[in-house]
């Protein structure tokens, strides 16, 4: 009994010496994914760009959190009349982390580095329609395109497209150099990253004195590090099953709020007998989209009848096409010759949409007579074995990155669509820079992929988070890859 | 015991060597590409391979492995394919957590087990030995994540004396970094004690049983002294074997364990590495553990001899 009553004593003059050491000028954030490195334009990882976006780099325009594009480094731009040059006028002043000035140089380089023969860049098509980027003077960067499109400056605020300097980038995997509100600090591999204010910043300073991302993947410790109060915010909650309970707890409130992130039942088109239109209609008529929702995401999703996110102004809500009817789907396979069903297989890469949503999924179709076989794998093999051999039936992906629905266009792609009817409204949306008839042309390409039933649309998947009640300012959406800091503070 | 010591010695290098190809052929078999993974599902098939080329992956798989050897041998581990960093300073990293904390759990349940152990063996039959059984029934019988979530419910979220998990470094101060591992350290530490305690009973009631066990209470031992004096020199042997293979699990097993504290240690390297294919990260740390595994082995074969003075003229 001696020994524990000064285990207690010790155990409490620990837990008060950090409860003094805590200040409200600093921020601890939980994500579930740590960065393998910090370089955002050279690796695909959501994790780098969580750390990186906004907080530590910055683009010619970037994201706002309602998906709004607005100005970045660029302080403004001009289009010429045939939309093919773009000339940006960058702010005056901006100097990298390090000291050394932010100028058109570094924006050649950037692009150039990126649109390069051997460039690891991730979205290499993004800059795929630049052909030249020429340095008008140290303040202004003319970009010229091969055609009109009507999604650069888009495309520009990606995480992708950050500008970097020369200067530090053999570096930027371990000790990146921005231009943003905040420095890159500390990396203790395997648990946190540092970030600390920078006082030099061109725009409008960051609250916070310094921030820091700590690393937490399992989800009852998500969970466990919450509630003990050991961070002040995750985002990205990996428990939405455990959300009530912070609901319900006057000290947290619970952040929930839209992604770019489309969960898609794929359909491998050119497999039979899935290759036959009526078999995939069958299935998404199978599918109860509710009851995935609310079995594998507890609730929070919003239903999507095709491949474009909900609260995308020129959305189309096409779940009519696809509504919940076995009885239909069972006449569907009938007409297609398979009046006693079929056996397909059902590759599950590690998500707990997947995972989750594929059992579900499963039930659903055995009840109109299709047969599943699931297998689980993990990324990297779902990546060679389904994304690339193509070799599956079905599978489940939440598509994250934002206006994705070009992928459509690509015969190669996984999923294998691709019509010559689809790549034409496609080449059209790029060369048209009218929003109403960009618009338009949006809505078609929508209408197109879900009355081919290209894929079974499940849901927008939503963003979940938990912070402190007093924490203001975080991003409840996620149009990108995010957790900018930059203008997060305290409530007293 | 020199002669007895060189040919432990040449065994474990043999061991090694079949153990580098195994682990080798096993890991690249596997499906799945470190430069795919990394860049996601929208890179085009071109930046795909020119980031193979930049990691080195272009080269045949025999070459690579000879690479990786003569690379060890010279105690270069490579760099990681996903963290660009070397994988010796990513070990070292991550061996600062996973070391003290299996030292630590080891330590823990030595202490607890073998008093407990030598208690029961001591009160065979009464009431003191059945509770030291059934106590070590159920900490064999409750899996070790399941305790630690409840000592995080209990003395993190609700008594809030510990942090829930993470570690702040030892740099941050030795005490901080021993009670950032206490909760992980006794959550090892249980069941691997209950194992022990019972093994040690066990073994020292086999000893109760021995012609020289009777031999000294004859001599006029109390059967307490003839225990402790006799018994448990005797009683060790199989006790040090389960140490030894203890601490090599609690070196690489603790990886649920460091997933509920989250804690940065070697488990948690080897698993983020498998899922992410950092094929040279998971190569190098597990001919690392298979390392430490033969190397604990072959301390516990010479503390065998140590023990037992017939084991060093024996082949």
């Known amino acids: ?492 | 015991m020199f002669r007895y010591a060189l040919r432990r010695l040449s065994s474990l290098i043999i061991s090694l060597a079949v153990a580098s190809l195994v682990i080798f052929l096993v890991v690249e078999v596997a499906p799945g590409d470190p430069a795919s993974y990394m860049l996601g599902i929208n890179a085009q098939p071109d930046t795909v391979a020119a980031l193979r080329a930049e990691l080195g992956l272009d080269v045949p798989r025999y070459q690579r492995y000879f690479d990786w050897v003569s690379g060890l041998m010279r105690l270069d581990f490579g760099t990681s394919y996903t963290y660009r960093t070397p994988v010796a300073e990513m070990i070292s990293d991550r061996m600062r957590v996973s070391l003290p904390l299996a030292v630590y759990a080891l330590t823990l349940s030595t202490l607890i087990a073998f008093p407990a152990g030598i208690y029961a063996a001591s009160r065979r039959g009464k009431a003191g030995d059945t509770a030291v059984i059934g106590l070590s029934q159920l900490g064999v019988a409750v899996p070790n994540f399941w305790f630690a979530m409840m000592m995080v419910l209990v003395f993190a979220i609700n008594l809030r004396w510990f942090s829930a998990g993470g570690f702040p470094g030892w740099e941050k101060g030795f005490w901080g970094g021993m009670k950032a591992l206490t909760l992980p350290a006794i959550s090892l530490a249980l069941p691997q004690a209950a194992i022990l305690a019972r093994v040690m009973r066990s073994s020292l009631l086999d000893m109760l049983d021995e012609d020289f066990m009777r031999t000294a209470r004859a001599k006029g031992l109390s059967r307490r002294h003839a225990l402790w004096k006799h018994g448990v020199r005797n009683a060790l042997i199989p006790v040090l074997t389960i140490l030894g293979l203890q601490f090599s699990f609690l070196l690489a097993g603790g990886i649920i364990i460091e997933q509920v504290f989250f804690l940065p240690g070697l488990g948690r390297l080897v698993f983020q590495s498998i899922s992410q294919r950092d094929l040279i990260v998971v190569e190098s740390v597990v001919m690392l553990l298979v390392f430490a595994v033969i190397c604990v082995n072959f301390l516990v074969d010479l503390a065998y001899a140590a023990v037992d003075p017939r084991l060093r003229t024996r082949t």
């Open chain 1, 1 to 492: 009994m001696k020994f524990s009553a000064k285990a207690v004593i010790l155990a409490s003059a620990w837990t008060l010496s950090a409860g003094l050491a805590q200040a409200q000028t600093s921020i601890t954030v939980g994500s579930q994914l740590e960065p393998p490195h910090l370089d955002p334009t050279s690796a695909a990882a959501g994790a780098i760009d969580n750390v990186v976006y906004s907080n530590i780099f910055e683009g010619l325009t970037r994201f706002m959190a309602d998906g709004s594009v607005v100005a970045g480094l660029a302080e403004s731009w001009e289009i010429s009349d045939d939309g093919l040059t773009y000339t940006f006028k960058l702010h005056d002043g901006v100097t990298f982390h390090d000291g050394t000035g932010m100028d058109a140089e570094d924006v050649k380089f950037s692009l150039d580095r990126a649109r390069a023969e051997d460039s690891t860049n991730a979205q290499k098509p993004l800059f795929a329609g630049i052909t030249d980027v020429t340095v008008i003077d140290p303040l202004t960067v003319q970009v010229t395109l091969s055609e009109p499109n009507g999604n650069f400056l888009f495309n520009m605020a990606w995480g992708d497209a950050v500008i970097v300097a020369p200067e530090s980038i053999e570096t930027i995997t371990s000790n990146p150099i921005g231009t943003g509100a905040f420095k890159f600090a500390d990396w203790v591999q395997g648990d946190r990253i540092e970030i600390v204010r920078n006082d030099d910043y061109w725009g409008t300073p960051a609250k916070l004195e310094s921030a820091t991302f700590k690393f937490i993947n399992d989800p009852t410790a998500a969970f466990g590090a919450m509630m003990a109060e050991d961070i002040d915010a995750f985002i990205g909650f990996p428990a939405p099953e455990n959300l009530p309970q912070f609901e319900a707890d006057p000290r947290f409130t619970v952040l929930v709020g839209s992604t770019e992130g489309e969960t898609i039942l794929a359909i491998n088109n050119k497999m039979p007998p899935m290759d036959n239109i009526l078999v995939r209609q069958a299935i998404t008529h199978a599918i109860d989209r509710q009851a995935i929702i609310d079995g594998a995401m507890f609730g929070y999703g919003t239903p999507i009848g095709t491949h474009f996110a909900p609260h995308n102004p020129a959305y189309v809500d096409l779940t009519g096409n696809s509504e919940y009817d076995p009885e239909k789907s069972k006449a569907l396979l009938a007409e297609a010759g398979l009046a006693d069903g079929f056996t397909t297989t059902l590759k599950l890469p590690p998500p707990s949409y997947a995972r989750r949503g594929g059992e579900i999924i499963a039930a659903q179709l055995r009840a109109v007579g299709i047969e599943t076989e699931i297998t689980n794998l993990e990324w990297a093999q779902w990546l060679e074995e389904a994304f690339r051999g193509k070799d599956f039936g079905m599978t489940i992906v939440s598509h994250t990155e934002p206006m994705d629905i070009g992928i459509y266009g690509n015969p190669d792609y996984y999923f294998q669509y691709g019509t010559e009817e689809f790549q034409a409204i496609m080449t059209e949306l790029n060369s048209t820079t009218d929003p109403d008839a960009r618009n338009a042309l949006m809505a078609d390409a929508q209408r197109n992929i879900s009355e081919n039933y290209v894929n079974g649309y499940l849901f927008q998947l939503a963003a979940l988070g938990v912070a402190k009640a007093n924490v203001v300012g975080i991003w409840t959406n996620q149009p990108t890859q995010a957790i900018d800091l930059t203008a997060v503070y305290w409530a007293e």
